[in-house]
């Protein structure tokens, strides 16, 4: 009895097949990749934006009152940064004041702290160099990628957007009464829509 074999044609179509099959199980597994890398990235992002916020909650929290400050500024906010003082309590040690400093530049969310004091006029200087951003020490990269930043505070019942360089506890300032709570919105670049997380003032 005769044996028949593939023929040139047959073989040529099977190829063809394996190809096209082969062609969309790689795209299939190239889109996974891609999908699980962007997943990836999107988790380190928001774990790094959480941790910036637990830093923030933990620093605010110790905002140190105006009585402490003898009627000062204690708090300075807007788009660019936020300036505030707040207590550090050492082990076994008295209470002192430490001046901190969140503020966006380049993409990068950065954290610098001061020195500590219980000298109100060298807080004074310590305030003032943080304000006008010409504080030599280091400071420390928390989130990057962050387009934008957003602060609105809590006042008299209603958010207010503060203007460029307002406080509180002066004589310029824009509120009334002092501030109660702190909302900050991070814009992620590439990100379709902004974290914001609420933050108490203090022991408010």
Same mark, same amino acid.
């Not at 501030?179 to 909302?183: I, M, S």
């Given at each position: 009895?005769?044996?028949?074999?593939?023929?040139?044609? *047959? $073989? !040529? &179509?099977?190829? @063809? &097949? #394996?190809?096209? /099959?082969a062609v969309l199980g790689w795209r299939g597994l190239d889109s996974i990749l891609r999908s699980r890398t962007s997943l990836t990235q999107q988790? *380190?992002? @928001?774990?790094?934006?959480? !941790? +910036?916020?637990a830093q923030m909650q933990n620093d605010l929290e110790q905002l140190a009152s105006r009585d402490d400050?003898?009627?000062?500024?204690? $708090?300075?906010?807007?788009n660019q940064r936020l300036v505030f003082v707040?207590?550090? +309590? =050492?082990d076994h040690g008295p209470t002192q004041l430490v001046v &901190? +400093?969140?503020?966006?530049?380049?993409? /990068? #969310? @950065?954290?610098? *702290?001061?020195?500590a004091t219980r000298d109100l006029a060298q807080l004074d200087v310590l305030w003032q160099v943080a304000t006008?951003? +010409?504080d030599p020490g280091p400071s420390v990269a928390l989130q990057a990628g962050v387009s934008s930043m957003n602060v609105r505070l809590w006042v008299n019942g209603a958010w207010v957007a503060p203007s460029n360089g307002s406080s509180t506890g002066s004589t310029g300032s824009t509120t009334n009464a002092d =501030? @109660?709570?702190?909302?900050m919105s991070l814009q992620l670049t590439n990100e379709p829509n902004p974290? /914001?997380? /609420?933050? $108490? !003032?203090?022991?408010a």
């Open positions: 009895m005769k044996q028949r074999g593939f023929t040139l044609i *047959e $073989l !040529l &179509v099977a190829i @063809t &097949v #394996l190809a096209i /099959v988790m *380190e992002h @928001t774990r790094g934006i959480q !941790l +910036s916020f400050l003898a009627q000062r500024k204690n $708090l300075q906010a807007d707040r207590t550090q +309590s =050492p &901190v +400093s969140y503020r966006l530049r380049d993409g /990068v #969310l @950065t954290r610098r *702290e001061s020195a006008a951003d +010409s =501030p @109660t709570g702190l909302e974290m /914001v997380k /609420v933050l $108490l !003032l203090g022991d």
